[in-house]
């Protein structure tokens, strides 16, 4: 069953830090594995996408990891911001070979972060 | 990047009521829609996809004839949530897909409907 876990559920940071969130998924065939942010009461934004022959890609002060070998990514924030609190949600798309499924996204549960001054 | 928009933002309805979303494309072709729900501190789950001209296609234990779909153009697509009752009661996400925004899912900013 293809399924996209995060960890911590929860995370309280204060302004300035930086901090890593994890994301473990079992989602085959993989098409691309995405980090969303989504304010409270808002759609998903995408962050960043990756494909299975990137390592790393940066947004600005986001940078999310890929290893397709361990079907592991990590999103790490630098130099926290209060608007940086906002759930952030690992997606993963299913690729062609993927049938019926094909192009589906499986969101993880997301991490809640919170950040204070 | 693609630009999707949701009408109304938030809306609250009788018990037995219906109540339809819009979902909007603005400047791409969304020959592919799809219809979210979100329950608080839970991730977004798929209710349905829709194409261009063509029927829905509704997730397992999604009632079709409770949550109608329309996707009568490239950039409009409407949820019909009919009779509704307080545990239809959810935030409702749509995104679009399609030519001009290539693959990727661009997301609508969400609907809260709220059923007393």
């Known amino acids: 069953k293809n399924q996209v876990e995060q960890s911590p559920q929860s995370l309280i940071i204060l302004e300035g830090k930086n901090c890593t969130l994890q994301?473990?998924?079992?989602?085959?065939?993989?098409?691309?594995l995405r980090w969303y942010k989504q304010d409270t009461g808002r759609g998903p934004v995408s962050l960043t996408i990756?494909?299975?022959?990137?390592n790393t890609k940066s947004n600005g002060r986001y940078t999310a990891t890929l290893d397709a070998d361990t079907k592991q990514s990590s999103l790490h924030i630098t130099a926290s911001q209060l608007s940086d609190s906002a759930s952030y949600i690992c997606v993963v798309r299913v690729g062609y070979a993927g049938g019926t499924s094909y192009g589906k996204l499986t969101f993880g549960q997301g991490t809640i972060l919170t950040v204070h001054p | 990047g693609a630009v999707v928009s949701q009408h109304p933002s938030w809306v609250i309805c009788k018990s037995g009521t219906s109540v339809k979303i819009e979902c909007r494309s603005l400047d791409f072709q969304a020959t592919t829609m799809f219809w979210y729900r979100q329950f608080p501190k839970q991730s977004l789950m798929l209710m349905a996809t829709s194409n261009e001209g063509s029927k829905a296609t509704y997730e397992q234990g999604v009632e079709k004839d409770k949550f109608l779909i329309n996707h009568a153009s490239l950039t409009l697509s409407t949820l019909t949530v009919t009779s509704a009752h307080p545990e239809d009661s959810s935030f409702y996400i749509c995104?679009?897909?399609?030519?001009?925004?290539?693959?990727?899912?661009?997301f609508g900013p969400g609907t809260r409907l709220t059923v007393t």
């Open positions: 995104s679009g897909s399609g030519t001009g925004g290539g693959y990727e899912q661009y």
């Open positions: 994301c473990n998924y079992t989602v085959s065939p993989f098409s691309n």
């Open positions: 990756m494909t299975f022959s990137e």
